[in-house]
T-cell receptor, first 112, second 112 residues
């Protein structure tokens, strides 16, 4: 099993550009989520999903969209990139709310 | 509002030492707590998950304890090795929510 796969690993955007961060898992996990990690602030939840077709906002959802059309995939869309969105983005999944979180290796995004 | 604190932010110890990492949280109504390890440039790896009804969990040289009433968890690492060098994070999930609140981590260096 590959686990949680995130692409791309690195990305540089100009202010105002849009892009999609990809996340896929092959563990048949129902729960998937997106976090951003910033120095000194810990990981913060952006959006999450408890199953295909179901998404909800986390702590810092502004500027991001998600959808969950399949169990495996949970893409994160940046609508109009801003320098404040420079961060490392992690996708995570779990079998249930009682199960450990499995993380991808992250996407390092820089917005200039 | 749940807040998670990890002190110290960084720790250096000689190889072979037993050590304790601390995690404190402000709201005792937690559902579970997880300890993670993060290597530089990598995602997080779940080490131990403690449900709110449990007092401790063990995996190999690692032991995590939970005291909800005092809002504290500790991660005990026995006979530390250079390969244990990493950042250790704790995360708390409250009852009735999917959201995990992360601490900012303790950066551990084990010296050979």
């Amino acid at each position: 099993n590959a686990g949680v796969t995130q692409t791309p690993k690195f990305q540089v955007l100009k202010t105002g550009q849009s892009m999609t961060l990809q996340c896929a898992q092959d563990m048949n996990h129902e729960y998937m989520s997106w976090y951003r990690q910033d120095p000194g602030m810990g990981l913060r939840l952006i959006h999450y999903s408890v199953g295909a077709g179901i998404t909800d906002q986390g702590e810092v959802p502004n500027g991001y969209n998600v959808s969950r059309s399949t169990t495996e995939d949970f893409p994160l869309r940046l609508l109009s990139a801003a320098p404040s969105q420079t961060s490392v983005y992690f996708c995570a999944s779990s079998y249930s709310e009682d199960s450990p979180l499995h993380f991808g290796n992250g996407t390092r995004l820089t917005v200039t | 509002k749940q807040e998670v604190t990890q002190i110290p932010a960084a720790l250096s110890v000689p190889e072979g030492e037993n050590l304790v990492l601390n995690c404190s949280f402000t709201d005792s109504a937690i559902y579970n707590l997880q300890w993670f390890r993060q290597d530089p440039g990598k995602g997080l790896t779940s080490l131990l998950l403690i449900q709110s009804s449990q007092r401790e969990q063990t995996s190999g040289r690692l032991n995590a304890s939970l005291d909800k009433s005092s809002g504290r968890s500790t991660l005990y690492i026995a006979a530390s090795q250079p390969g244990d060098s990493a950042t250790y994070l704790c995360a708390v999930k409250n009852s009735g929510t999917y959201k995990y609140i992360f601490g900012t981590g303790t950066r551990l260096k084990v010296l050979a």
